[in-house]
């Protein structure tokens, strides 16, 4: 739907249809000729002109469905352009899903620790080391001798008795009992008598005196005469090796020994340190859709506006851009209306028609191309 807007007295509004032509000249079938017979292939130029004929087709067709779903969700469009300008021209055009281009920071390496083993360290210390120890020497001092010079009695003192004069002796004679008296019991009758108990005989006692005999001996008329002698010790110098010292133990404190040695010693354990490692983030760019595809009102050049000098200058433009346009001959043909559409997808502008946005778009002044 077009709408025009003229005169000071207000907004009038009248509705045209345009581009049904072009939209059904886009969509009309080819033409077979009788018999069935189908063409010969087309030609590369004619396959290009049907694929910007069915783009433009699907964009018509997708006007078509927002219409519908705008009618359908209450969201219908102002049959007037708000704001309009008198004099100017509007079209209610589809206006492409709004995407923000964004970065995002995502993680591609989580955060993590390195151990690292901190070997012990070591240094070098001068150190008292016990050799030997304290102990107790035990030393033998042999004995030692002397010689000595001494009177030894070799000969005890001895006493001797010499006779002086013998003994004197005289010889007497003298009764010497052989047999002593004695009484014996006899048979017969006497002074005394008694009877025997086993034999019942009489018997008397009768003594029997005793018998001598006589004997000589010597008597001991003066007795000998000794005199005593005394012999004195003998003695004999004697040279002799005698103990001066004996063995004796001597004991000794030996004190203990000490050496300095070089020791190592550790000074600090072996440790682990534990380096955090940051996380390794990685800038990801995303396109994120912010409004989905709608129909508003966009402002059009009018039909008296859209002069040849015009078309000429969108198609040096387009064709400055790298659209193809199928020529320089100020027509706004299919090949034009195709790169126009192109050109408003790539960036981002209401699409279905030629738009004074993409106009200003392509550096192009709308009153100097009249």
């Known amino acids: 739907m077009v709408v025009g807007v003229e005169g000071k007295r207000g907004l009038k509004t009248r509705l045209s249809v345009l581009g049904v032509t072009m939209l059904l000249s886009a969509c009309m079938p080819v033409a077979v000729p009788m018999g069935g017979q189908v063409p010969p292939e087309y030609s590369?130029?004619?396959?290009?002109?049907?694929?910007?004929?069915?783009?433009?087709?699907?964009?018509?067709i997708e006007i078509e469905k927002m219409k519908a779903r705008t009618v359908s969700s209450?969201?219908?469009?102002?049959?007037?352009?708000p704001n309009a300008e008198?004099?100017?021209?509007?079209?209610?055009?589809?206006?492409?899903?709004?995407?923000?281009?964004?970065?995002?920071?995502?993680?591609?390496?989580?955060?993590s620790e390195r151990l690292e083993t901190v070997p012990a360290t070591y240094a070098m210390f001068n150190e008292q080391v016990l050799v030997s120890e304290e102990h107790v020497r035990l030393t033998v001092v042999p004995a030692t001798y002397k010689w000595l010079e001494e009177h030894t009695e070799v000969l005890p003192a001895r006493s001797e008795q010499v006779l002086v004069k013998a003994a004197e002796y005289?010889?007497?004679?003298?009764?010497?009992?052989?047999?002593?008296?004695?009484?014996?019991?006899q048979q017969g009758r006497g002074e005394l008598e008694k009877i025997d108990e086993e034999t019942g005989e009489i018997v008397h006692q009768r003594r029997i005196p005793a018998t001598y005999k006589k004997i000589s001996?010597?008597?001991?008329v003066a007795p000998a005469q000794y005199r005593k002698e005394v012999t004195p010790p003998v003695y004999e110098t004697l040279r002799k090796r005698v103990v001066d010292v004996p063995e004796h133990t001597i004991e000794e404190v030996v004190?203990?020994?000490?050496?300095?040695?070089?020791?190592?010693?550790?000074?600090?354990?072996?440790?682990?340190?534990?380096?955090?490692?940051?996380?390794i983030?990685?800038?990801?760019?995303?396109?994120?859709?912010?409004?989905?595809?709608?129909?508003?009102?966009?402002?059009?050049?009018?039909?008296?506006?859209?002069?040849?000098d015009l078309v000429y200058s969108l198609q040096r433009a387009l064709r400055a851009k790298g659209y193809d346009t199928g020529g320089l001959d100020g027509v706004l043909g299919k090949y034009t209306l195709a790169a126009i559409h192109d050109y408003q997808k790539s960036q981002g502008l209401a699409t279905g028609r030629l738009s004074v946005e993409v106009i200003d778009a392509l550096g192009i002044s709308l009153l100097a191309a009249q």
């Open 170 to 185: 005289k010889t007497v004679m003298e009764d010497v009992i052989v047999s002593p008296e004695e009484l014996v019991w």
């Open 255 to 279: 004190p203990a020994k000490y050496k300095t040695v070089a020791v190592q010693r550790e000074i600090a354990p072996e440790k682990v340190v534990r380096h955090p490692i940051a996380p």
């Open 86 to 111: 008198t004099g100017r021209c509007y079209a209610r055009m589809l206006l492409p899903p709004a995407y923000v281009s964004r970065v995002e920071q995502r993680v591609v390496k989580e955060a």
């Open 281 to 308: 983030y990685k800038s990801f760019s995303y396109r994120e859709k912010v409004a989905d595809a709608r129909l508003d009102w966009r402002m059009i050049p009018c039909e008296r506006e859209v002069s040849k």
């Open 217 to 220: 001996k010597q008597v001991l």
């Open 44 to 60: 590369p130029e004619e396959g290009r002109i049907s694929s910007l004929e069915s783009a433009l087709a699907d964009a018509m």
């Open 74 to 81: 209450g969201d219908e469009l102002p049959a007037i352009p």
